[in-house]
C-alpha cells in the first residue's frame, strides 16, 4: 500500500484558503486519492476522492499533477468548524479489499 | 437517511472479559469494514465484508478477534479474551462499492482495564 506524507500540524486564519500537500511517490496505477475530514469523537468524514488532474464538490478542491506523485487539498475560505484532522489516503482501486490506509494526518487549527 | 451507527458508543470491561461491538452500516451499502485506532497509533484496517463473506481479513490482529456479518446486514465484532491492548476506537464504515466514499460511524470506545 502506497505510504504517504503530509505536514503534521497547519495553521490559519478565518477566511483564507488553504492547500494541504500530501506525498505519495510510490502509488500505483489503480490507486485513488482520497481525503478525509476527522473532528474529535467522530469518526472519518469523506471529503474528496479524485484520480488524475482537477476535482472540485461543494467542500473542497483536488489537484493532481500528471505524475499523481503528490496531490493537494484546497479548502477555500475556512472558518472555524474546518478545524479538524485531515488524512491524504492512496487506495487500491483494482479488484479485491478497498482497505484505507490512515497515516498521521494534518491538524488543521483555523485561528478567527 | 440514516448514517452508519454503532453500538455502543463507550464499553469498558475488565481484561479477559468478552466484548461485543455492533455496527449497522447504510441501507443497501454491500461493503462494510472495520478500523481502529489504539492509542496514539494511526487508524488502522482491521478487515473488509462484501454482503456476508469476509472480503479482506489481512487487519485482524489476532484470533481473539471475530467479526461476523449474518445476512450481510449488520455486523458484529467480538474480541474474546479482551486484553489491555485492545483499548481503542473501533470504527465501521459502509460504502456501496469498493471505489465510492465510505461512510464512517461515530465508532466505539473500549477501554479494557
Known amino acids: 500500500l502506497a505510504k504517504t506524507t503530509q505536514p503534521i500540524s497547519m495553521d490559519s486564519y478565518e477566511g483564507q484558503e488553504v492547500n494541504i500537500t500530501c506525498s505519495h511517490n510510490n502509488i500505483a496505477t489503480n490507486d485513488y486519492i482520497t481525503w478525509y475530514q476527522q473532528f474529535p469523537s467522530q469518526g472519518p468524514r469523506f471529503i474528496i476522492q479524485g484520480y488524475k488532474t482537477k476535482v472540485t464538490n461543494e467542500v473542497a478542491s483536488l489537484f493532481i499533477p500528471a505524475d499523481r506523485k503528490s496531490s493537494t487539498l484546497s479548502l477555500p475560505r475556512v472558518s472555524l468548524s474546518d478545524t479538524a484532522v485531515y488524512y491524504c489516503l492512496v487506495g487500491r482501486g483494482g479488484a479485491g479489499s478497498y482497505q484505507l490506509t490512515f497515516g498521521k494526518g494534518t491538524k488543521l487549527s483555523v485561528i478567527p | 437517511e440514516a448514517g452508519v451507527t454503532q453500538f455502543p458508543s463507550h464499553s469498558v470491561i475488565e481484561k479477559g472479559q468478552t466484548v461485543t461491538l455492533r455496527c449497522d452500516p447504510i441501507s443497501g451499502h454491500d461493503n462494510l469494514y472495520w478500523y481502529r485506532r489504539v492509542m496514539g497509533k494511526e487508524i488502522k484496517f482491521l478487515l473488509h465484508f462484501v454482503k456476508e463473506s469476509k472480503q479482506d481479513e489481512s487487519g485482524m490482529p489476532n484470533n481473539r478477534f471475530l467479526a461476523e456479518r449474518t445476512g450481510g446486514t449488520y455486523s458484529t465484532l467480538k474480541v474474546q479474551p479482551a486484553e489491555l491492548e485492545d483499548s481503542g476506537v473501533y470504527f465501521c464504515?459502509?460504502?456501496?462499492?469498493?471505489?465510492?466514499?465510505?461512510?464512517f460511524g461515530q465508532g466505539t470506545r473500549l477501554t479494557v482495564v
Open positions: 464504515a459502509s460504502s456501496q462499492d469498493r471505489h465510492t466514499e465510505a461512510f
